[in-house]
């Protein structure tokens, strides 16, 4: 197994080499190799993403990335900013499926700005469909209006469309995810006003078909960002689109309370993928060794179950976040009165001895 490592920029190498440290006391052999991305591709190779950055990352069998993007950036051409590299990555990988858990540990209910009863215990995944919807369909742009009450005028315009095959490939992660936790599928969509949705809602049914196991159900996505707040607890995992899925997975990360928790997976078809915390480099903490390394962690704890087949070594890895978390270690992010602050490399030597 070929796990392509990409540190990144700001505090990635720091949270990384956390995630590392515990994927080396396994006991198993992985072959890791790290490769320069984004800023520290620029500044090696002259590209945020380097010809052998991309080479490795298709021939290993998951990518563990850090984060990009650093100040000193801003000023370069947009092709050669950092951002390009993940952007870069998602495409050339051909990654579809954005899975991000919204996890809160006991530990952590203070953290979250909802009442505790209502967040205590939340364990969600949003799956978020990545490359079809609003964002990307054609044709948009500026044009003069060609009908009714503002004929005449300028409008702005997009395309929402999504091919058959690409709800069908979604669907099928989103009930594949479902079945390895509580068999339960909320699809969101608004097929009640758009035909995108209602097309949506028919294909997530017909796939349906293949999972009798998960029991689905459909939801409008202005009742899914209601309940999302009201009760988030009774869902298991949601499926939605680009645009929906943009909005609930950020809304649904907030009920956590850190950034500093969350890990994400973007996969391809074949399951492969590449696993990187929601968090960016966080320029402003870096180099200081007090950034939250367990959403990376957890991240390599995904690849782990997504990828790797490794759903046992996950688990490890995730109760032995949850350890560190009942031993009252906390980085600064996630720090309250009555527990000990710990910067990024004792919280993951705490991580390691949890599962020696
Ligand atoms: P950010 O997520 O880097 O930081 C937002 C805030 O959260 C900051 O105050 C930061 O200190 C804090 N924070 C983030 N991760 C943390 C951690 N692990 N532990 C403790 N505190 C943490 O987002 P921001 O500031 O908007 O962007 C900074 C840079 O990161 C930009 O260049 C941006 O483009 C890039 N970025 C990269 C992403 C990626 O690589 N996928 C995603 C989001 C942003
Ligand atoms: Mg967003």
């Known amino acids: 197994m070929k796990i392509a490592?990409?540190?990144?920029?700001?505090?990635?190498?720091?949270?990384?080499?956390?995630a590392v440290k515990v994927l080396n006391v396994l006991g198993e052999s992985f072959e890791l190799e790290t490769a320069a991305v984004g800023g520290a591709g620029y500044a090696a190779h002259g590209h945020p993403l380097p010809e052998g950055t991309l080479a490795l990352a298709k021939a290993a069998d998951a990518v563990l990335f850090g984060a990009v993007g650093d100040?000193?950036?801003?000023?370069?051409?947009?092709?050669?900013?950092?951002?390009?590299?993940?952007?870069?990555?998602?495409?050339?990988?051909?990654?579809?499926?954005?899975?991000?858990?919204?996890?809160?540990?006991?530990?952590?209910?203070?953290?979250?700005?909802?009442?505790?009863e209502v967040v205590s215990g939340?364990?969600?995944?949003?799956?978020?469909?990545?490359t079809g919807d609003i964002y990307f369909g054609q044709p948009r742009g500026v044009r003069e209006c060609p009908d009714g009450a503002f004929k005449g005028q300028r409008e702005g315009f997009d395309t929402m469309r999504y091919a058959e095959g690409e709800i069908r490939r979604i669907a099928h992660v989103a009930f594949q995810a479902a079945q390895k936790r509580d068999k339960r599928l909320t699809s969101v969509d608004k097929a009640n006003v758009l035909e995108t949705?209602?097309?949506?809602?028919?294909?997530?049914?017909?796939?349906?078909?293949?999972?009798?196991?998960?029991?689905?159900?459909?939801?409008?996505v202005d009742n899914a960002a209601m309940q999302l707040v009201r009760a988030p607890k009774k869902f298991?995992?949601?499926?939605?689109?680009?645009?929906?899925?943009?909005?609930?997975?950020?809304?649904?990360?907030?009920?956590?309370?850190?950034?500093?928790?969350?890990?994400?997976?973007?996969?391809?078809?074949?399951?492969?993928?590449?696993?990187?915390?929601?968090?960016?480099?966080?320029?402003?903490?870096?180099?200081k060794g007090i950034a939250n390394p367990l959403a990376t962690?957890?991240?390599?704890?995904?690849?782990?179950?997504?990828?790797?087949?490794?759903?046992?070594?996950?688990?490890?890895?995730?109760?032995?976040?949850?350890?560190?978390?009942?031993?009252?270690?906390?980085?600064?992010?996630?720090?309250?009165?009555?527990?000990?602050?710990?910067?990024?490399?004792?919280?993951?030597?705490?991580v390691v001895k949890a599962l020696l």
């Not at 990144?8 to 720091?14: K, L």
């Not at 939340?122 to 469909?129: T, V």
């Not at 949705?197 to 409008?220: N, S």
């Open 5 to 18: 490592i990409l540190p990144g920029d700001g505090i990635g190498p720091e949270i990384i080499a956390q």
């Open 71 to 116: 100040y000193q950036y801003d000023t370069l051409e947009r092709a050669l900013r950092p951002e390009q590299a993940i952007l870069g990555l998602r495409k050339q990988l051909g990654l579809f499926a954005n899975l991000r858990p919204a996890i809160l540990y006991p530990e952590l209910a203070n953290a979250s700005t909802l009442k505790p």
């Open 122 to 130: 939340l364990d969600i995944l949003i799956i978020r469909e990545l």
């Open 197 to 220: 949705f209602q097309f949506w809602r028919d294909i997530v049914t017909d796939v349906h078909k293949e999972y009798p196991d998960v029991a689905l159900e459909h939801m409008y």
């Open 236 to 287: 298991d995992v949601l499926v939605t689109g680009n645009m929906f899925g943009d909005i609930l997975s950020d809304q649904a990360s907030m009920l956590t309370g850190s950034i500093g928790m969350l890990p994400s997976a973007s996969l391809d078809a074949n399951n492969k993928g590449l696993y990187e915390p929601s968090h960016g480099s966080a320029p402003d903490i870096a180099g």
């Open 297 to 350: 962690i957890l991240s390599a704890a995904m690849m782990l179950r997504y990828s790797l087949n490794r759903a046992e070594q996950a688990d490890r890895i995730e109760n032995a976040v949850k350890a560190v978390l009942a031993q009252g270690l906390r980085t600064g992010d996630i720090y309250e009165a009555g527990t000990t602050k710990v910067g990024t490399e004792q919280m993951g030597d705490a």
